[in-house]
């Protein structure tokens, strides 16, 4: 089993920062792949960044516009989120996820996911 905490959320105004950090336990050994996910009320899940765990590639989708930055932290298996020039659109949970094996943006594909944190942008 692998277990998955975030931590890092919080309230900020528009055109703030925020850094989001995710710590891995468990059995995380192996090829893997973590992404970030928010989800607003009344909207589906959707990715935010992934990164490959042993190759520290980087994904991210086009809304973020380089105002994010995903990283790893291969020694002490933790992986953050920059988030910077924060819009109120990115009000959110943010969760973090894992899946074995190659890069998926689908969170579907994710196999282990954290309990969330709120990230609140005020206008």
């Known amino acids: 089993q692998v277990q998955l905490v975030e931590s890092g959320g919080g309230l900020v105004q528009a055109g703030g920062s925020l850094r989001l950090s995710c710590v891995a336990s468990?059995?995380?050994?192996?090829?893997?792949?973590m992404g970030w996910f928010r989800q607003a009320p009344g909207k589906e899940r959707e990715f935010v960044a992934g990164?490959?765990?042993?190759?520290?590639?980087?994904y991210y989708p086009d809304f973020v516009e380089d105002r994010f930055i995903v990283s790893r932290d291969y020694a002490k298996n933790t992986m953050a989120l920059q988030m910077n020039s924060l819009k109120p659109e990115d009000t959110a949970i943010y969760y973090c996820?894992?899946?074995?094996?190659?890069?998926?943006?689908?969170?579907?594909?994710?196999?282990?996911w954290g309990q969330g944190t709120q990230v609140t942008v005020s206008s």
């Open positions: 990164i490959t765990w042993n190759a520290g590639r980087t």
């Open positions: 996820a894992l899946k074995v094996g190659s890069y998926s943006s689908r969170s579907a594909d994710y196999n282990y």
């Open positions: 468990g059995r995380t050994l192996g090829a893997r792949v």
